[in-house]
């Protein structure tokens, strides 16, 4: 049986597949974790969301998010239960980028996935108050102080909004990076998980 499962989780237009090359480059340095990078359930073809952005607003994300979770959670769900962490969700972490950041700040911020950490790259919560998350669920946020898509403000407010919700929260914050991650980003990412699975 692996060590634990990284579950990857892609932007808005992207697909599984497309972000399968993060866990690919991060193998490497986790020997034993496996990773998979499921698509999001709303969209047709490669371009794929976990929840709409059409006619999306500072009022509506929270909703959005909100609707988004039955679908979500389904995803994850199934996947924990095909690796056989269902009753050992500490093995498991969630890593997103972009949307998918924003659904693994919410299942965190929300309490309903007590996992063993989450990795939010260029993310922002968005999530429905009350904030309920889980404190035992380390997270680590990666953002480039030159994001123009998801500004790196919203990086830095998710950390100190869960971090005054108890959760242990590192932020780095890499200069001169755009809506990407880095090879510094997945280094720092591994090292992060290598002490969460250790």
Known sequence: ????????????????????????????????????????????????????????????????????????????????????????????????F????????????????????IVAFSGRLASPLPLAPSTETPLLLIHGDADPIMPPSEGVAAAEQLTAAGVRTRLSIEPGLGHQVSSKGLAEASAFLNDVFS
């Open 98 to 117: 972009s949307q998918g950041s924003i659904m693994a700040l919410d299942a965190l911020a929300s309490g309903r996935w007590p996992v063993g950490a």
């Open 1 to 96: 049986m692996d060590r634990g499962l990284v579950i990857l989780l892609h932007g808005v237009g992207s697909n599984g597949a497309n972000i399968a090359a993060l866990g690919q480059a991060m193998a490497p340095a986790l020997p034993g974790i496996a990773f998979e990078s499921p698509d999001g359930p709303n969209g047709g073809g490669r371009g794929r969301e976990w929840f709409s952005v059409a006619g999306i607003t500072e009022g509506n994300r929270p909703d959005r998010v909100a609707a988004a979770r039955p679908g979500f959670d389904a995803v994850i769900a199934d996947l924990i239960e095909r690796h056989g962490f269902s009753d050992a969700l500490h093995r498991v972490v969630l890593l997103g």
